[in-house]
């Protein structure tokens, strides 16, 4: 059974820095792209990251590039996103996603329970 | 940006009904290499993560049942859900993955 446990949320001041974490199991997590979702309160879903297999290549939006980071350590079955210079507008539940499909660009086939950022003074 | 378009904001039927969702893309969501689109539909209830129905605009996804069709090509999707359950009272989604990701605004879901 394919888990994906996010961890490292919580509450946060403006300008200040989280890194969420993402443990999955139940597949061989090397093998697939991940991602990272967010949903901020009573809003809809969006994209906020995706790395490769090896990770090396990363995608973002440009409501995120150059202030989060997505990595990975496929030897711990881990998936990670640093968030700097935070803003208010990064509140949002962040989900842990794996990608699925027979070949990129990859749509996401499963998520973890997500885990709530709040950014506030 | 592709942006996509969805409607309706919310709908309300009784159990047993059809319902229909809609999304339009702001471009072509089809593969000219191996002809699928790049559209997927998720079902999040409340409290719950998001979890896939449809991919390829028309793939239903391993243990979906059949009452969830997805449909359309192109720039126009359709999600029709018929004979509406109770638990089909939820957040609906569509995501483009043609170039990069973008979610439709979402549907609300209620049973009457």
């Known amino acids: 059974e394919v888990q994906l446990v996010e961890s490292g949320g919580g509450l946060v001041q403006p300008g200040r820095s989280l890194k969420l974490s993402c443990a999955a199991s139940?597949?061989?997590?090397?093998?697939?792209?991940m991602a990272w979702v967010r949903q901020a309160p009573k809003k809809g879903l969006e994209w906020v990251a995706t790395?490769?297999?090896?990770?090396?290549?990363?995608y973002y939006p440009d409501s995120v590039k150059g202030r989060f980071t997505i990595s990975r350590d496929n030897a711990k079955s881990s998936l990670y996103l640093q968030m700097n210079s935070l803003k208010s507008e990064d509140t949002a539940t962040y989900y842990c996603?794996?990608?699925?499909?027979?070949?990129?660009?990859?749509?996401?086939?499963?998520w973890g329970q997500g885990v709530m950022v709040t950014v506030s003074s | 940006d592709i942006v996509m378009t969805q409607s309706p904001f919310s709908l309300a039927v009784s159990e047993g009904e059809m319902v229909t969702i809609n999304c339009k893309s702001s471009?072509?969501?089809?593969?000219?290499?191996?002809?699928?689109?790049?559209l997927a539909w998720y079902q999040q209830k409340p409290g719950q993560s998001p979890k896939l129905l449809i991919y390829?605009?028309?793939t239903r996804q391993s243990g979906v049942p059949d009452r969830f069709i997805g449909s359309g090509s192109g720039t126009d999707f359709t999600l029709t859900i018929s004979d509406v359950q109770a638990e089909d009272l939820a957040d609906y989604y569509c995501?483009?993955?043609?170039?990069?990701?973008?979610f439709g605004s979402g549907t609300k879901l209620e049973i009457k």
């Open positions: 996603a794996r990608h699925g499909g027979e070949q990129p660009p990859y749509y996401f086939d499963y």
């Open positions: 139940g597949f061989t997590f090397s093998n697939y792209y």
């Open positions: 390829y605009a028309s």
């Open positions: 790395i490769s297999t090896s990770g090396s290549r990363t």
């Open positions: 995501l483009q993955h043609y170039s990069y990701l973008t």
């Open positions: 471009q072509s969501l089809l593969s000219s290499g191996n002809q699928k689109n790049y």
